[in-house]
T-cell receptor, first 115, second 112 residues
């Protein structure tokens, strides 16, 4: 069983479109995250939710809107896609985002290409 | 200055070699530290936590120097399967929860 799953795995779309990426974890964790890994492989946090509540919101354009319908799911909707949004987006979860040594488990990533 | 800095490499080493990676961080309030490993086109996975007293897990040894804001990873007896990118991770409080800040990674290639 996959612990953290994301769909789709690949997403190719035109500039200006709106798209969503879905994430689900079956680990029973309280905290979920979205990360962006750019072409230089730099991995940076975007958002974090704890029990459906937004707890970390980095400086991300408001075209990106996360949504957590329950603590096992964290989706990412992106409006008006731009070329610079092309990246790999990773979802992750951890038992508790306030724990100092809680391991984060990552999904397989969604490779987004904006043409 | 980046929050977490690593030598990007690549480090090309023969099988059986010992290799060391270094990492420095800028935020002295950082609270916990990790090494993650990322294989090509895969997700990052936890390799080991890094404790102040230093810790070892098989062929891997991690050290932390809080005064110098420096973290290291030593890999002994390198295997082909150790080829990957090693990500230094620093954790600090971000208001609502703990935030992981990743270095850009050091690429290791172990060769026959």
């Amino acid at each position: 069983d996959t612990a953290v799953s994301q769909t789709p795995k690949y997403l190719v779309t035109q500039m200006g479109n709106d798209k969503s990426i879905k994430c689900e974890q079956n680990l029973g964790h309280d905290t979920m995250y979205w990360y962006k890994q750019d072409s230089k492989k730099f991995l940076k946090i975007m958002f974090s939710y704890n029990n459906k509540e937004l707890i970390i919101n980095e400086t991300v354009p408001n075209r990106f809107s996360p949504k957590s319908p329950d603590k096992a799911h964290l989706n990412l909707h992106i409006n008006s896609l731009e070329l610079g949004d092309s990246a790999v987006y990773f979802c992750a979860s951890s038992q508790d985002g306030r724990g100092l040594y809680n391991e984060q488990f990552f999904g397989p990533g969604t490779r987004l290409t904006v043409l | 200055r980046k929050e977490v800095e690593q030598d990007p490499g690549p480090f090309n080493v023969p099988e059986g070699a010992t290799v060391a990676f270094n990492c420095t961080y800028s935020n002295s309030a950082s609270q916990s530290f990790f090494w993650y490993r990322q294989d090509c086109r895969k997700e990052p996975k936890l390799l080991m936590s890094v404790y102040s007293s230093g810790n070892e897990d098989g062929r891997f040894t991690a050290q932390l120097n809080r005064a110098s804001q420096y973290i290291s990873l030593l890999i002994r007896d390198s295997k082909l399967s150790d080829s990957a990118t090693y990500l230094c991770v620093v954790v600090g409080w971000a208001g609502g929860g703990n935030k992981l800040t990743f270095g850009t990674g050091t690429q290791l290639k172990v060769e026959l």
